[in-house]
């Protein structure tokens, strides 16, 4: 009888072949597990966008300005956005700037700053302001938007605002609470296309001469990205979160040649190209606005008890009178009748504009009721969207998207005079 002998398997002869099917099974289980693993990103692009590789600024090691960063929560993506291929992204959004309006010619009068004024926002009373709400057919009716006082800014600075028309991203420092920090993932024509300003007050422009991050003879002030703008506030508000809220929305009117805009709070850097954020969020949405949903709260009211139960502002009296003002002049909860916005509540870290008569009414009526009640801004965006006309087109998109387009940062552990919790609202 012969001997009976063991041979290997055809598939394990060949070397090549062995290798090949390694790699293949290697390749498809990475790949599976990239797309179910709960890290997995909220961002998908088609194709490379040729970003700048070099850094934008070199920071000394004692400014930290990567100190504090916040880790995401989010276990899972269930809202991923697409991007467009950044090449295309910017002729489109080159397009869309060359063939829009500027935002001076919205079809939205303003009401002319005037001389005496012991306001920036003019102090206007409860039925005044809600008398600008309704705008259509008001064509000829000039709005209340603030610049009732000079914004108080170099001319140097002021011409270079007026000659950004295109997009601008804009941020703001004041009482030292945060780093300048720079954007990343720029793709390579952005910088040449994009104006990037940065308002800051005395307090904060000294820490960033204490830290030699700006020269003190420099005429116009830059650190990487950021246009460096000095704002006199000590002719504004005598709180410092105040007078953040004048870049954060009134843009349209600092930058009136603008179309597009991007505000992001200092205590967030953007990691993703504000035109592919522009593109994905806003113009292949066909809204006037878009901004995250509110990681916890829904409803107005919830905001307005975790403001005063956190202490965000120590006035409880004044929050009552808010809510109860808002109440007695329509304010209702949310409910699906409210559809297609999703919430009432939203995160207003990132806020994407385009500039036009929608979204620079509801700038213009929300920065009004900040100057009459508070600056936390998230307890009059409700009552602003649902009570205007015409309506706000808004793309309220989900928070897990928010943390993947922006790292944030712990505010300055050091706080001056009159920090966020400071109750004074109105001008000094």
């Known amino acids: ?81 697409f991007f467009s291929d950044y090449a295309a992204v910017l002729k489109e959004i080159n397009g869309l700037c060359q063939n829009s309006s500027s935002a001076s010619a919205s079809g939205l009068r303003y009401v002319q700053q005037g001389k005496k004024a012991d306001s920036f926002g003019g102090n206007l009373g409860t039925r005044e302001r809600i008398s600008y709400f309704d705008h259509e057919n008001r064509e000829g009716i000039d709005v209340p938007c603030g ?22 991203v804009v941020s703001a420092i004041f009482n030292n609470h945060d780093k300048v920090r720079q954007p990343r993932g720029l793709g390579s024509q952005t910088l040449a296309t994009t104006c990037f300003f940065m308002f800051v007050d005395n307090v904060t422009l000294d820490d960033l001469y204490r830290h030699r991050l700006i020269q003190a003879q420099s005429q116009e002030l830059g650190i990487g990205a950021w246009r460096i703008v000095r704002v006199l506030s000590d002719r504004l508000y005598e709180n410092p979160a105040m007078d953040g809220e004048i870049p954060k929305y009134l843009v349209h009117r600092l930058f009136p040649s603008s179309k597009f805009s991007i505000w992001i709070d200092a205590k967030l850097q953007l990691v993703v190209d ?61 409910s699906p009748k409210k559809l297609p916005y999703p919430s009432d509540v939203p995160d207003s870290a990132l806020i994407i ?43 309220m998109f989900d928070v897990e998207v928010f943390e993947q387009i922006t790292v944030e940062h712990r505010h300055n552990l050091k706080r001056g005079k009159g920090g966020p919790t400071s109750t004074t609202s109105k001008s000094s």
């Open 1 to 81: 009888m012969g001997k009976a002998t063991l041979t290997k398997p055809l598939i394990f002869q060949s070397k090549l072949l062995c290798f090949s099917l390694l790699y293949l099974f290697t390749t498809l289980f990475l790949a599976l597990y990239t797309s179910l693993s709960p890290s997995s990103k909220c961002l998908f692009r088609s194709s490379p966008f040729d970003p700048i590789q070099t850094p934008l600024f070199s920071y000394p090691s004692s400014y930290g300005q990567h100190k504090y960063a916040l880790p995401t929560h989010r276990a899972s993506c269930s809202s991923p956005v």
């Open 147 to 168: 610049f009732f006082k000079e914004f108080p800014i170099s001319e140097s600075d002021k011409m270079a605002m007026e000659k950004c028309d295109g997009v601008v």
């Open 274 to 334: 504000p035109l592919l954020l522009i593109h994905a969020l806003l113009v292949s949405e066909g809204a006037d606005m878009a901004i995250s949903k509110h990681p916890l709260f829904v409803h107005t009211m919830e905001e307005a008890m975790a403001t005063a139960r956190w202490k965000k502002w120590r006035d409880v009296e004044s929050l009552r009178d808010q809510m109860e003002t808002y109440c007695e002049n329509g304010l209702q909860p949310w």
């Open 353 to 395: 504009r385009r500039h036009g008569l929608r979204s620079n009414l509801f700038s213009c009526l929300v920065f009004n009721e900040l100057e009459a009640f508070n600056p936390r801004d998230q307890l009059a965006f409700a009552f602003v969207r649902d009570s205007m006309r015409p309506q706000l087109r808004i793309n």
